[in-house]
């Protein structure tokens, strides 16, 4: 049956980050859909993110389409260009390759959840506020290249 039953799968907050890059995403807890879902090509993950959480360091893609959805909630899209308000309703694209780094503040006092998919070719990609990137084979390095113990989940 082509229905994901979320209720069925347990969400997680693991995050493949180096110390002390992991503390913002603490309150992240997120289901990935694509792996029970069957999809291939592309991937999906359910996310919410409590209050006071980030959905991640800011970040860009260099081979990876993302699209978000908001389901509930509100977040604070950061970005080069500021800071945008999204609600329920709302949508973000974030195109491979262009440099503006990302990511979701719940500032709120309450939950927000939301979709995110991406697809494209894992070439790795680059974090704009910290001296870290991470690598197509899943580690994760200084922007000068000293590798740090962690690897991507």
Request: net charge negative; aromatic share 10%; glycine share 14%.
């Amino acid at each position: 049956m082509p229905k994901v039953d979320l209720d069925a799968l347990t969400p997680t907050n693991r995050t493949g980050y180096p110390a002390p890059f992991d503390e913002p995403v603490q309150g992240r807890w997120y289901r990935r859909l694509g792996p029970v879902s069957g999809l291939t090509d592309f991937g999906a993950s359910h996310v919410t993110l409590e209050p006071g959480a980030w959905s991640s360091q800011r970040h860009w893609h260099a081979g990876e389409d993302e699209f978000l959805v908001m389901l509930s909630g509100e977040a604070v899209l950061v970005d080069d260009d500021g800071d945008t308000l999204l609600r329920a309703g709302d949508c973000a694209a974030f195109p491979k390759n262009d440099g503006n780094g990302h990511h979701l503040q719940n500032r709120g006092s309450v939950p927000c959840v939301f979709v995110v998919v991406g697809g494209g070719r894992q070439m790795g990609g680059e974090y704009s506020d910290i001296d870290m990137r991470f690598t197509a084979d899943g580690r994760y390095e200084t922007k000068d290249g000293v590798d740090y113990a962690a690897r991507r989940i």
